[in-house]
């Protein structure tokens, strides 16, 4: 799942871009358990992508417990796990608690492209927090260790959710934020927790906005060529030419590397070192079919620096260029240069640093967080996507379940559980459950991925037009479409009810346990056995 794993570039300079004729691409690789928050605390405010205002939030970290289903395994050792807190707007012990799951990446990515959440707290009074992924950014169970085998076995997403529930709980005890509602926010893989979290902890959790979570594809529910099928439609509403041209780049690359041009594809793609094999080649599919997979995710109207550094409107800029080189291959190069080297002042690149294959056909960057994934795209995560160049525009790239598990075997000693996640998270079938928001945007390749049609009065789907990934996550911004003002609207009306309905449930609840009342049926009837 494209995600903050994905390594960045480093600046947008896109009109020295298209003024440049070389345009390379780069990537940037980017005893007695006793839980409380350490008194460590860092102010560092940070820009938000579309939103106006600077926030400041305190990074702080959780004492928290490392295997929380196995009392003898490690003797119930702890770990510090990061999370961002800000009281700006909380109206202490009163107003609810925002709670963000983090997801596969660096928290403060996270916090700084999430304004919504900020501006709804402004609006309701709320706490807000961001809690760090386990074996992600800081969040390290075992330092440096924690990518090992068996260390890595306790990177799940029951843990993780553990996690979540246990700093909830604790957090509202020492802010003295008992009675204080909790919704919990997610995007993408963070929204699939958030919709977890409401089935898994209702006694915490009173509702759950989940943005752009594929909660029925990652459970292997749908069709294996949806992902890479909706990528290409996303550059079909441009213009059919822009998907005509990228195929016929394909195209003329799989000509060459069958009659065994090498050099001659080292010299159109600026590679460090010409490719030798069918392997290479495939890496090479592989890092330019992530390209467009990026811009299609992140094809929001505005400038980001989010998953990469991205022009406003990714996509069409995409199809202008792939249409305007002198030749198909240069196209194709300058195009995944939008995403790869946003500065253009690589020489050449190294194909097997900047791009690492792995058990998410749709990217896990590099770095430590991409380990991470990879682990999960190997266990309970199921990500067996591919492209066929019939319902797509890429060179057929297949990514079986046998595939899957010959590779997880090998890089992880693991056996993927395909159908786990429909046994413990509900698969599809969810309509007993209530208070999720399922929000999605129709250029994001992920959201056929998930819910699209309400499924009871409060589990609602909310559908974006022109929104791409998690778009109403994201702050205000002048160039926001209509449909993410109203969606937004949408999503704080019903969060603002179901703050209200649990006071309400809470007040009843204390009444109910506090008032002295006698049962008839403890005056009058009698049991015989």
Sequence with gaps: MCHVRHACAVVVMFSFIMSNPLVFFMVIGIGVHVLHAFPHTLLQPRKHDGFKTEEQFSERYFRQTVDHFNFNSMGNGTFSQRYLITDKYWMEGYGPIFFYTGNEGDIWEFASNAGFIAELAGQLRALVIFAEHRYYGRSLPFGTDSFGVPQIGLLTVE????????????????LGAADC?????????????????????????????AASAPVLSTAGLGDSAQ????????????????????????????????????????????????????????????????AFTMMAMLDYPYSTHFMGNMPANPVKVACETMLSGPDLLSSLRNTAGIVYNSTGLLSCFDLYSL??????????????????????????????????NVTDMFPP?????????????????????????????????LSTASNIIFSNGDLDPWANGGVRKSLSSSLIAVNISGGAHHLDLRGSNDADPESVINARKTEADLIAQWVKMERTRSQRSLKSTYSPKVSRLSKSASWSI
């Design 159 to 174: 843990q993780a959710l553990a996690d979540y529930a246990v700093m909830i709980r604790e957090l509202k005890q020492q």
């Design 181 to 209: 509602p909790v919704i919990v926010f997610g995007g993408s893989y963070g929204g699939m927790l958030s919709v977890y979290m409401r089935l898994k902890y209702p006694n915490l959790v009173a509702g759950a906005l």
């Design 227 to 290: 992902f890479f099928r909706d990528v290409t439609a996303d550059f079909e509403s441009i213009a059919c030419e822009c998907t005509d041209a990228v195929r016929g780049a394909f195209h003329q690359l799989r000509e060459l590397a069958q009659h065994q041009e090498y050099s001659r594809i080292q010299t159109q793609f600026h590679l460090c070192k010409p490719p030798s094999s069918a392997e290479d080649i495939h890496q090479l599919n592989g890092m330019l079919r992530n």
């Design 355 to 388: 791009f690492v294959e792995c058990a998410d056909p749709t990217g896990c960057g590099l770095g430590p967080d991409s380990l991470a994934w990879d682990y999960q795209a190997c266990t309970e995560i199921d990500l067996c996507y591919e492209s066929n």
């Design 397 to 429: 790239m297949a990514f079986t379940q046998r595939d899957r598990q010959l590779y997880c075997a090998k890089r992880w000693a693991v056996v993927p559980r395909p159908d786990w996640l429909k046994t413990q998270f509900w698969g599809d079938a």
